[in-house]
């Protein structure tokens, strides 16, 4: 029988890299430049190809092993030797798994959807494979939409996305309860208590949001030291006392600036399932209200035609409202992107939860004075802790990036005065 090594071909600067995937077993089949292993250094990862077409009768590495040129990789045997075996000699379990293997696709009845069979490796780009592994998905279940079944970073985001909306609907349908082996009142006093109404509504709306969209959060930093200046030293024209006026008024002006410029956060993804989203040309931002019956979010309609005295003064109505249970449902509805502030109570940086069906949710902590390192020097100046989680499927992470900077700039020094009119 003609047996052969494939070995590791010249990789260039490569050297003692890790293999991070297998994609090939014991006993498959495969060709001429099929993919057999990716190995990463710390500036990219590369496809290892075979070298000739064979079966292959055993496997020299695994995930986690370092290897150079020269390492061997597989042994195979000839494809010649295994096309002299004909298909007539071998017995009929053999064929009926061979039948098995050769059924490149099938369908999930479960899921109503076209997948690819796990024993063929999905053609990816080392970038498109990284992506799936830091999402936590096997690339190989991931059906392509590029030539020959190629799959692409779009498909990725899609695969999650619909196994999230699955995940979050069989919960809704078959969640089992989970049956606790002792009672509460064995350890010690207790009381049972009916759970808020609001809590119970927005229960099922968090976990929507938290199932059906893959969340990323970016923290940063905005030096307020100049708006808080101006802020505190604004007074009425007509009575002469000084305006209370709370830092949400000026997030909330400075949010809706940000949103012009970057469309893409003021989006809504309920169509995403048909490949498609909804570009809002309203600016309505929601207000996270703490009350005594739950969270509720109001919207602060068209807050970009507004100044920042009717901003905080509407900010106060919508709240009291939402307290009194007196705010119209449909206000609850239809908004642009959503605030929360812990800023009057304490913390720093958190991870919120997406308002559904908007696409990215902007954290506020408490603004806290800090030393920091400007013109050569260290300076005290007043910082706030910004955390913006956004859907990773519309928004990819320099775009955040960019938002946060762009929004950090508007509650600077060179916008405070502007945002006020």
């Known amino acids: 029988m003609s047996k052969k090594d494939i070995k590791v071909p010249n990789i260039g600067e490569f050297k003692d890299v890790e293999v991070i995937e297998v994609l090939i077993k014991k006993g498959q089949k495969i060709k001429k430049n099929d993919p057999l292993i990716t190995i990463e250094s710390d500036k990219s990862s590369v496809e290892i190809p075979s070298s000739d077409d064979g079966t292959i009768i055993s496997l020299n590495v695994k995930i986690g092993d370092k290897v150079s040129e020269g390492d061997k990789i597989i042994e195979i045997e000839s494809e010649k030797e295994i096309k002299d075996t004909s298909a007539q000699e071998l017995p009929k379990s053999q064929l009926l798994k061979e039948n098995k293997k050769n059924d490149v696709k099938k369908t999930n009845e479960s899921e109503n959807i076209i997948v690819k069979d796990f024993s063929t490796k999905a053609s990816a780009s080392p970038k498109v494979r990284k992506f799936a592994r830091e999402l936590g998905v096997n690339i190989n279940k991931v059906p392509g939409s590029e030539r020959q079944g190629r799959v692409t970073e779009s498909d990725v985001k899609l695969f999650v996305a619909t196994k999230s909306d699955k995940s979050f609907k069989d919960q809704n349908t078959t969640e089992k309860k989970i049956e606790l082996e002792y009672s509460h009142s064995d350890f010690g006093e207790v009381d049972i208590k009916d759970i808020p109404r609001v809590k119970k509504l927005s229960s099922k709306y968090l976990m929507n949001s938290w199932t059906k969209i893959p ?4 923290h940063d930093e905005a030096d307020i030291t100049e708006l808080e200046e101006f802020r505190t030293s604004l007074t009425d024209v ?3 006392k000084k305006k209370k006026i709370t830092p949400l008024a000026f997030i909330v002006k400075a949010l809706t600036t940000s949103l012009k410029k970057f469309p893409n956060f003021n989006t809504s ?3 995403i399932e048909n490949g498609k989203m909804t570009v809002k040309k309203y600016y309505h931002v929601g207000i996270a209200v703490d009350t005594p019956h739950g969270l509720m979010v109001p919207k602060l309609r068209n807050a970009d035609n507004k100044n920042i005295s009717l901003i905080s003064t509407e900010l106060k109505k919508i709240s009291q409202q939402c307290r009194d249970l007196k705010i119209d449902k449909k206000e609850l509805f239809g908004g642009s992107m959503t605030i929360t502030s812990l800023g009057g109570i304490g913390g720093s940086f958190f991870t919120p939860i997406i308002n559904y069906p908007e696409v990215a949710i902007l954290g ?8 920091v390192f400007m013109d050569g020097k260290f300076v ?6 910004l955390s913006l989680s956004y859907d990773h499927r519309i928004i990819d992470g320099a775009e955040a990036a960019r938002f946060n900077n762009d929004l950090k700039e508007n509650l600077g020094k060179n916008f405070a005065y502007k945002l006020a009119v």
């Not at 506020?364 to 030393?371: F, H, P, S, T």
């Not at 005290?380 to 802790?385: A, C, G, S, V």
């Open 380 to 385: 005290t100046r007043t910082m706030l802790p």
């Open 238 to 240: 007509y009575t002469g």
């Open 364 to 371: 506020v902590g408490r603004a806290e004075k800090k030393q």
């Open 269 to 271: 993804i309920d169509q």
């Open 215 to 218: 969340h990323v959060t970016n």
